[in-house]
């Protein structure tokens, strides 16, 4: 009898289609994911889901006072507290997705190298709990909207649409942060840093217009501009972004999710490994 010949064992072919599907299939474990942040997050604090409210209201008041009453910028006519809180809400939106995915993988690690499941489960997790998040602090705007005399405008009805922008930009940055953490545990220092700066260089805490003339064409390059300036139209009825970085603001949100499944798949098969 003649040796039979070694019996090799590989992954399949996999497509972005084919794992998109499948973590569609497992949706059901996504929810328990989600449940389950929610569930965690807060317990065993005093004020629980009152820091979702806390933490803008305070930053709103802190942009208040240093940069309406010091610096006397411009709030485009609208009470300076509701116009910063408007973009915290937003800005919160955006890293908070951010962050809790880029540390997702790590932070599950036990499941990662023993349990076998579409590993985009876990980053996707973190959207429902953001949403909830920005969804109470709403509602915490919609009483300040009250107490200032303001009523919302017609732009309420693009909201949907900001909220998407927000939560694009950040899963495809996530996706990549999170691949990265997994083989380089710098990330995890350097990205509260690079969030930070990305926070002054967006207009949270300032119009968009007090930019100099003359650096506008590169400060627009930050996509975030667009969609804090739409956030800021659509809840207060300020100036509406351009058409042209709106289409520039989703391109790039578009681009960064594709990259990032990119990324996080070509990385996928190491997480066990190395994690």
Same mark, same amino acid.
């Given at each position: 009898?003649?040796?039979?010949?070694?019996?090799?064992?590989?992954?399949?072919?996999?497509?972005?289609? /084919?794992?998109?599907?499948?973590?569609?299939?497992? #949706?059901?474990?996504?929810?328990?994911?989600? +449940?389950? +942040?929610?569930?965690?997050?807060?317990? &065993?604090?005093?004020?629980?889901? =009152?820091?979702?409210?806390?933490?803008?209201?305070?930053?709103?008041?802190?942009?208040?006072?240093?940069?309406?009453?010091?610096?006397?910028?411009?709030?485009?006519?609208?009470?300076?507290?509701?116009?910063?809180?408007?973009?915290?809400?937003?800005?919160?939106?955006?890293? $908070?997705?951010?962050?809790?995915?880029?540390?997702?993988?790590?932070?599950?690690?036990? *499941?990662?190298?023993?349990?076998?499941?579409?590993?985009?489960?876990?980053?996707?997790? @973190?959207?429902?709990?953001?949403? @909830?998040?920005?969804?109470?602090?709403?509602?915490?705007?919609?009483?300040?909207? =009250? =107490?200032?005399? @303001?009523?919302?405008?017609?732009?309420?009805?693009?909201?949907?649409?900001?909220?998407?922008?927000?939560?694009?930009?950040?899963?495809?940055?996530?996706?990549?942060?999170?691949?990265?953490?997994? #083989?380089? #545990?710098? =990330?995890?220092?350097?990205?509260?840093?690079?969030? &930070? *700066?990305?926070?002054?260089?967006?207009?949270?805490?300032?119009?968009?217009?007090?930019?100099?003339? &003359?650096?506008?064409?590169?400060?627009?390059?930050?996509?975030?501009?667009?969609?804090?300036?739409?956030? /800021?139209?659509?809840?207060?009825?300020?100036?509406?972004?351009?058409? $042209?970085? @709106?289409?520039?603001?989703?391109?790039?949100?578009?681009?960064?999710?594709?990259?990032?499944?990119?990324?996080?798949?070509?990385?996928? #098969?190491?997480?066990? +490994?190395?994690?």
């Amino acid at each position: 009898m003649t040796a039979s010949a070694p019996l090799r064992i590989a992954p399949g072919h996999r497509n972005i289609a /084919r794992e998109l599907a499948e973590t569609w299939q497992a #949706r059901d474990l996504l929810y328990t994911f989600a +449940d389950r +942040d929610l569930r965690l997050r807060y317990r &065993q604090t005093a004020l629980g889901i =009152v820091w979702v409210v806390l933490q803008p209201l305070i930053a709103a008041g802190i942009f208040t006072f240093v940069f309406s009453k010091v610096a006397h910028l411009s709030s485009e006519g609208k009470p300076y507290m509701l116009f910063s809180f408007a973009a915290l809400s937003g800005w919160n939106l955006f890293s $908070g997705i951010l962050t809790r995915a880029s540390g997702c993988l790590v932070g599950n690690a036990n *499941l990662v190298s023993r349990v076998f499941f579409p590993r985009l489960i876990l980053p996707l997790s @973190v959207i429902p709990a953001a949403f @909830v998040d920005f969804a109470v602090s709403l509602g915490m705007f919609a009483v300040l909207l =009250v =107490v200032y005399g @303001v009523a919302p405008t017609f732009a309420l009805v693009t909201l949907p649409f900001w909220m998407a922008l927000f939560a694009a930009g950040a899963l495809g940055a996530g996706l990549v942060a999170a691949s990265l953490t997994v #083989r380089y #545990r710098d =990330v995890q220092f350097v990205l509260p840093v690079a969030t &930070q *700066l990305l926070l002054y260089a967006s207009p949270v805490a300032y119009a968009a217009a007090s930019v100099p003339v &003359q650096w506008r064409a590169l400060y627009y390059l930050n996509p975030l501009v667009a969609a804090i300036e739409g956030l /800021r139209w659509s809840l207060l009825g300020t100036e509406a972004p351009s058409p $042209g970085s @709106v289409a520039y603001s989703a391109g790039v949100a578009a681009l960064a999710v594709f990259a990032g499944i990119v990324v996080f798949r070509r990385m996928e #098969r190491g997480f066990a +490994d190395v994690i």
